[in-house]
């Protein structure tokens, strides 16, 4: 018993010339990918931001919790600004180091307390400094600290400057694609288990089930999507998991709609008919025989759901009702910095919203590129 439907008289070209040329299906279609320059880019920008989002912690210039070191004296300063610390040591001792992966996931602390000074010079055993006020040289109060209390003195660049709390920006967006891609991927998987699950059944046994199925779709799909996701975040409650549950709860209904669809077309094929007559049982017919012919246009949807969720996240963190500081996302970074789109610091706004945009669009031209890739019509 075969698994998939008869080929077409293109499909059976596809595979003819792959046979023909020695080169597997799967290969041939990663060809056809790798041609799409824009698509294949957007794999390689969607790995590398994956990427980063799990190393997390182990890049960010700033290795604490959050990325929340707060230095209140270098508040909004400008890219590749330099600033100089003395590190000194903390009054309870240094907290304990955690492992490789804790610190990936979490950060740790700083295990020493940075003073950012203008200028500093040692007279004998002590350690002369002049405290970095943020406005001119030589108008800070001047710090001595015995040499036993110094571990450094060190100079760090931020790459793209601070916030208004004097967090490092940079920081903050790598951080910040973990909630992004995660909330993503989360709703994604939430999505799929629903939309196929219910599209299948009313796809294949129709009657009243396709009718209530159809019944609870259009009532979901008449509620408008942001409405719904923050009446379900009120419900649930704010905070990290709730927004993923909540945009997951309201992302199915268009897949379950492309499922239905294509269970009712393909259900009437020969193979499935031949499939009831050896008295395969209906879930196996469902998920063996006919879902796997409609991978292509599930793909396609789910790289688009994938980009509105990370949209919707966005909105509910500007909003306030999404993440909660301290945790970082880069629709929060847009809401705490709108204040600045009129002034000279514009960029803090501009750049979360950037990524969002690069990322959105990424996987939109990703879906399209599979689409186009799998496609044996083109």
Known sequence: ???????????????????????????????RFRRNKLAFSSLVLIGLMTLTAIAGYLITPDHTPHCNQQYLELTALKPMSRATFVHTKLPEGSPTRRGLLHRMCHGEPLPYRAQPVYSWHYEGDTLVAESYTGSIPNDGETLRLARSEVIEVTQRTFILGTDSYGRDVLSLLLIGSRVSLSVGFIAILIALLIGITLGSLAGYFGGWVDNATMWFINVVWSIPTVLLVIAITFALGKGFWQVFVAVGLTMWVDIARVVRGQVMSLKEKEYVEAARALGFRSGRIIFHHILPNTVG?????????????????AGLSFLGIGVQPPMVSWGSMVKENTGHLLLDNAYLALLPGAAIMVVVLAFMLLGTGIRDAVDVKR
């Open 297 to 313: 246009a599930l793909i396609v949807i789910a790289a688009s759901n994938f980009a509105s969720a990370i949209l919707l996240e």
């Open 1 to 31: 018993m075969g698994r998939f439907a008869p080929l077409s008289a293109k499909r059976r070209k596809f595979v003819d010339d792959s046979v023909s040329s020695g080169v597997s299906l799967n290969r041939m279609v990663w060809r």
